[in-house]
Structure formats: C-alpha cells, structure tokens
C-alpha cells in the first residue's frame, strides 16, 4: 500500500525567510509527486508536480521541491515567504495505473507572520 | 471553461436525512474523482468515474453513499441516512485521459450534520 507522511503539522515563519516542507512517502511501485495548497473554505490548487525528468520541479508562486528517491522525499521550498502563502499544503502522490487517484498526507500550516 | 463546479457550497442537515451533491467537471474531462476531508487531515478517496462506468469504489464509501455519473458528464453523491460523522467537505475533482496530468479540484461542498 502507498503512503505520504508530512512531517510538520504545523510551521510557523516570519516574512521574507526561507521555508521547507518536508514529504515522505511509501510505495513498492513508481508513483508521481504532487503539492497542491488549499485557501481556508477553498478546494486545492495545484502548486507543481514531479512526473519524470530532473529532479528539481519548480511551481507558482516561487515554489520549488526536489524528488529524492533514495529517500523517498519530496520536499517542498520557498527561498522568501509572503503573508499570501498562508495556506495548508498537501502532497501526494499517485500510481501510474491507477487512474490518476491521489494519496494525500494529512498536510502542513504554513502561518507566515509579519 | 470554468473549472470543476460544485453544489452547494455548504449544506446543513439533521441526522438521518438524505443528501445529494453535484459536481460538474470541466468539459472534456472524461476522469471525476470523489474525496471527503475532515477537519485537519488530508482528503481521502471515496470514488472515481471514467465516462460514466464507476471504476473504484473506497471502502470509505459505506452502503449509505452512491454517486452516479449517468451521461459521462456531471456527478452526484448521496447520502442516506446522515451521521455526524459524515460531516466533513467533499471535493469532487476532473481530469483528462492522460493519466500523468493533475486533477483540477472543485471548491468543495461543506456537509454539517446536527
């Protein structure tokens, strides 16, 4: 069976600094990485996505995160945070045979404060 | 296109009344998912559609919920006989036949039952 694992439930950070939101996950098959950030009573936009290819997946809004397989990470960057990215964020991942159905971590409160 | 619509936004109901939901994908997208996310956690797979055939099915999905997808093109959820625990928000999301593209979430449907 596949599973993601946040590691932080929650992370505060003051603006302008660098932030990292740590991913793991399990999975005896090939899978692909996704993040995607939800807005309070909003569904979920996806940040960027990690398919195949070189392993540094840049996104909107500044965000970046690197696929590791050895460690079987995914974690999410931002070198300079904004008020705006307050949010929760979610990985996931999903198999290549299993119709696109994502498996979701319990997700990360980025609280950016000024 | 206006992206995956979802209705109604927010939805009250008291225990052991029906409920039904409907998602609208974007247009051309032949892939409807189902997911239900409580308070603090990640959303969860409930259900996935291809065209109309409903190809997975959660063990989430207690024989209290149906969806359907009868033309291929918008879904419902239904719940019968409403629990409290059944409050949580559903997302319905699309996606095209490519199976390595991200799913396109809707804003959710938020169900409190009292």
């Known amino acids: 069976a596949q599973s993601v694992t946040q590691l932080d439930s929650q992370v505060p950070v003051f603006e302008e600094a660098p932030v990292e939101l740590r991913c793991n996950y399990s999975?005896?098959?090939?899978?692909?990485l996704f993040w995607y950030v939800q807005y309070p009573n909003q569904g979920l936009q996806l940040l960027l996505k990690?398919?195949?290819?070189?392993?540094l997946v840049k996104g909107i809004n500044g965000f970046e995160a690197e696929f590791n397989k050895s460690q079987t990470s995914f974690h999410l960057r931002k070198p300079s945070v904004h008020i705006s990215d307050t949010a929760e964020y979610f990985c996931?991942?999903?198999?290549?045979?299993?119709?696109?159905?994502?498996?979701f971590g319990q997700g990360t409160e980025l609280s950016v404060k000024p | 296109d206006t992206g995956v619509s979802q209705d109604p936004r927010h939805k009250i109901t008291k225990r052991g009344q029906n409920v039904t939901f409907r998602c609208d994908p974007i247009?051309?997208?032949?892939?409807l998912y189902w997911y239900r996310q409580t308070l603090g956690q990640g959303p969860e797979f409930l259900t996935y559609?291809?065209?109309?055939?409903?190809?997975?099915k959660s063990r989430l999905l207690s024989d209290r919920f149906s969806a359907e997808r009868p033309k291929g093109s918008f879904s419902t959820l239904e719940i019968q006989r409403t629990e409290q625990g059944d409050s949580a928000m559903y997302l319905c999301?699309?996606?095209?036949?490519?199976?390595?593209?991200?799913?396109?979430f809707g804003q959710g449907t938020r169900l409190t039952v009292v």
């Open positions: 559609f291809q065209n109309e055939a409903q190809l997975e």
């Open positions: 996931a991942v999903s198999l290549y045979n299993q119709g696109g159905k994502l498996i």
């Open positions: 999301a699309s996606s095209p036949p490519v199976s390595n593209t991200e799913a396109f």
């Open positions: 999975s005896s098959v090939s899978v692909y």
């Open positions: 990690y398919l195949s290819g070189s392993t």
């Open positions: 247009s051309e997208h032949n892939r």
